[in-house]
């Protein structure tokens, strides 16, 4: 799902100035070939690596270092009271005055909201048009970049990209259709409190072969209790924790296991939650088949140490 507006009204324009606060439609951007004209990213936009080497024009309002249980109540706190949880360096916006900005209205956790978007460039009467990508399941992600293409002149590109993905899924179902199982799955997107997959996490994990279990599809994920958890009976286990990396997945997954937490006799795996899981671009694809070498290694071949840890059994 996705929405724009812009006073210029330059839907289907190649934009020379972009400023992108979404590590996702970074992501999007450069794979359609604008990595040129982004012009400014935030601080989490590390892929493709040359996205670094970008303006930063966001940061985190938060303290580093924190545990989950300190970031939920931090977050929890600001929310309750009204503050931000991203810094837009407005001066920043005013220098590179872009023409496109590409932002979310999903989640105000993970990124900075559209309205502050929409403040911001009203106090420096700046006309840029402003891209909301707010894909919920997996078919909205992939469309994303059939709209991101459409804004920004870049349909063929696009096109490719979508086609692609689409076949890498159709080829991956069709690999699996022979399948002796289909193991029910938990995956857990926070640990304190527990969050369990919702958007489009239940999705990738249908398209590898598996069963979700306490999941919403194509809805906000939600805090779930320890004790259902516990006793929900999955298979398979998947930690893979909002804004953390493969080291820092596992290590929760380890902290789940050691708690006796987990439904017993379930495999218990970390995978990098940053790059295969929780941002709404073209690797989630990628995503998908890495949950399917979890699930079916028999089938597609074990994953890469580099993506995916098995912790052990609950």
């Not at 700046?126 to 992939?142: F, G, R």
């Not at 006793?231 to 929760?252: H, K, N």
């Not at 937490?261 to 218990?268: D, F, I, N, S, Y």
């Not at 671009?281 to 071949?301: D, K, T």
Request: with cysteine; net charge negative.
């Amino acid at each position: 799902m996705s929405t724009t507006n812009s006073a210029a009204n330059r839907q289907g324009a190649s934009p020379s100035r972009i400023i992108s606060l979404l590590p996702s439609a970074t992501e999007i951007l450069f794979a359609l070939g604008l990595g040129d004209s982004v012009v400014g990213v935030t601080f989490e936009c590390n892929h493709p690596l040359e996205a670094r080497g970008k303006r930063i024009v966001s940061t985190s309002a938060l303290p580093e270092n924190l545990s989950p249980a300190e970031i939920d109540r931090v977050v929890s706190e600001r929310m309750a009271a009204g503050e931000d949880l991203y810094r837009l360096d407005r001066g920043a916006f005013a220098e590179l005055d872009p023409q496109l900005v590409v932002t979310q209205d999903l989640c105000a956790v993970c990124a900075v909201d559209v309205s502050e978007v929409d403040d911001a460039l009203a106090f420096l009467g700046c006309e840029a048009e402003v891209l909301t990508l707010d894909p919920m399941t997996l078919n909205d992600v992939i469309e994303s970049v059939t709209t991101a293409g459409r804004v920004t002149g870049t349909e063929a590109k696009a096109d490719t990209i979508v086609a692609d993905l689409h076949q890498r899924l159709v080829s991956l179902e069709q690999c699996l259709a022979e399948r002796a199982t289909t193991p029910s799955v938990l995956v857990v997107e926070w640990i304190e409190p527990a969050f369990t997959a919702g958007h489009w996490v239940p999705d990738m994990v249908v398209a590898a072969g598996g069963q979700p279990v306490l999941a919403f599809p194509g809805q906000r994920s939600q805090a779930v209790e320890w004790d259902n958890i516990a006793g929900c009976g999955a298979d398979v286990v998947i930690v893979t924790p909002c804004g953390f990396d493969l080291d820092g997945s596992a290590a929760q997954a380890e902290q789940l296991l050691a708690a006796g937490r987990l439904p017993q006799g379930a495999q218990v795996w970390a995978v990098d939650a940053d790059a295969l899981v929780v941002r709404p671009g073209p690797r989630l694809v990628e995503g998908a088949e890495v949950f399917a070498s979890i699930l079916h290694p028999n089938i597609v071949g074990e994953p890469a140490p580099s993506s995916a840890r098995s912790v052990g059994t609950a």
